[in-house]
């Protein structure tokens, strides 16, 4: 259980930089910066034991996630000027905490419902919630709306953590597997720009027509 300890606090200390690095875009002051790393960093977590009944949530029950997020945003306030693109720094900071925390949300599903469905679900919800409370507050584009491939970056992550850990994988060889699968496919989505087959309107409708 100790890795997953990691993966939790790794997850959240990247949510957190990336939460930053908006606030940074923004060029807001220290306390925007706290804001935005403490909101990016749990909120994939909270909405996860919200949706698994787990309340008080993580971060009340063990405030150092907050400190976590804290110091990650005193850092960046004070050396986001360094980074060439802090846009590009973001989306595959973002690309790494997606995959750490898609393996964690499997996990505590897994371990509270015993349900596959159940696992995958929340490790989805885990890895994207933030990124997109980010984007929303930040009043970026959101990675939603990014033409590369994202929420299926974590949805298939989680998905071999939890096929791993049915077939018997010991958790750490389990977490490798989910974290590798889902950053292989969100990277190679940011360098190669995968994407799925997008909906297209017939030729002379218009999709705002409502007729």
């Not at 960046?76 to 898609?102: K, M, N, Q, T």
């Not at 992550?157 to 077939?167: D, K, R, V």
């Amino acid at each position: 259980m100790l890795l997953l300890t990691y993966l939790d606090y790794a997850g959240v200390a990247l949510f957190a930089a990336t939460g930053a690095l908006a606030a940074s875009r923004k060029q807001l002051d220290m306390i925007g910066f706290l804001f935005f790393a403490i909101v990016t960093g749990i909120g994939g977590g909270t909405l996860r034991d919200i949706v698994l009944g787990q309340v008080p949530v993580f971060w009340v029950l063990n405030p150092a996630y907050i400190v976590v997020c804290c110091v990650i945003g005193v850092i960046v306030f004070f050396s986001a000027h360094l980074v060439e693109s802090r846009y590009r720094l973001l989306i595959w900071l973002d690309a790494v905490g997606l995959s750490a925390y898609c393996v964690m949300g499997a996990a505590k599903g897994l371990a509270a419902t015993g349900s596959p469905t159940i696992a995958v679900v929340t490790g989805t919800l885990t890895a994207t919630f933030g990124g997109v409370m980010r984007d929303l507050l930040a009043t970026e584009p959101s990675v939603l709306l990014r033409p590369e491939v994202y929420i299926t970056a974590a949805l298939v992550g989680a998905a071999m953590f939890t096929a791993a850990s049915a077939l018997g994988a010991p958790l750490y060889a389990a977490s490798v597997i989910g974290a590798g699968v889902a950053f292989a496919i969100r990277g190679g989505a940011l360098h190669f720009g995968w994407t799925f087959p997008t909906y297209r309107h017939k030729p002379g409708r218009h999709p705002d027509d409502v007729m």
